[in-house]
């Protein structure tokens, strides 16, 4: 690739001097790379939103893109930082799970610790592992220095502990992976297994819950009756509606109105779909 492609997610948000410094140490380590800005509004410290948020993009990348992605509450303890190659891409980023979720949709090659720090900058502080060794190890990689060099080989990452979506009887069980701007819910069901179960046509009735604080001992049960549409125009105007989005996952939403403000959603809460009559 000519002008190497990096791909930055972070939680740091648009204000202060935080992105601007990672845009800063790849433009003096290889001035031909191009940086792309996933996003850097992530949710202050939630893993979970990064790990889908990258997920969500990736792949609509070039073949080599190297992504940074850093949502990482951690900084400066003894988590590792990754540096992993699969058959189509590279990823950087601390060992938390943020990259779990896109890693499990790749071919990994090979997966580096990284430690090497004639590739940090002098003087690395603990408290921006971010500036100091993972934004320059995307640089040097853009540049052409191999996983290799950055430190020795490990053979497993961290992943998230997030429900895997089920089927139990009438019910679909899942997670809510993202939130975005509209208030929609994102889960991690996809939505043949509605299909599956012979539902999941224009008009079907749906009954929803949510487990707020999956895992509790007394979760909190927040349900309505929602209606399974193609479409957004096809509900009426402040109608609770399932669809299919357009990763082929179920998501939950309200035309024109917020689905998370109504059901008062989170990230990682758990959700059940049952099949009505």
Known sequence: MDRPIIGV????GDEGFFV????????????????????????????????????????YFPQKTIFLAVVDPGVGSS??????????????????GVLSMALEEETVTQIREVTENTYFLPHPTRT?????????????LSKGVPCEKFGPKIVSYNKLDVRRPEGEGDNLLG??????????????IPAEMLTQKREGSDGQLLRLRLERGSGCES????????VFHKTYGEALEGEALCLTGSL??????????????????????????TTKD
């Open 219 to 226: 979760p909190e049960l927040r349900g309505l009756d929602i």
């Open 79 to 96: 988590r590792k930082i990754l540096c992993v190659e699969t058959a189509t891409y590279f990823f950087i980023g601390p060992d938390n």
């Open 9 to 12: 997610l972070t939680d740091f």
């Open 175 to 188: 997670t809510i992976l993202h939130i975005d701007k509209f208030g929609n819910l994102i889960t991690n």
């Open 128 to 140: 921006f592992e971010a500036r100091d060794k993972m934004t320059p190890v995307a640089a040097w």
């Open 248 to 273: 082929g996952l179920l998501e939950i939403a309200i035309r024109e109105g917020s689905a998370s403000e109504w059901l008062k959603a989170s990230v990682g809460d758990g959700i059940i779909l």
């Open 20 to 59: 601007a410094s990672l845009k800063g140490v790849i433009a003096q380590i290889n001035p031909e790379a191009r940086i792309i800005d996933i996003t850097h509004r992530v949710p202050s410290f939630n893993v979970l939103s990064g790990s889908f948020i990258l997920f969500a993009a990736y792949r």
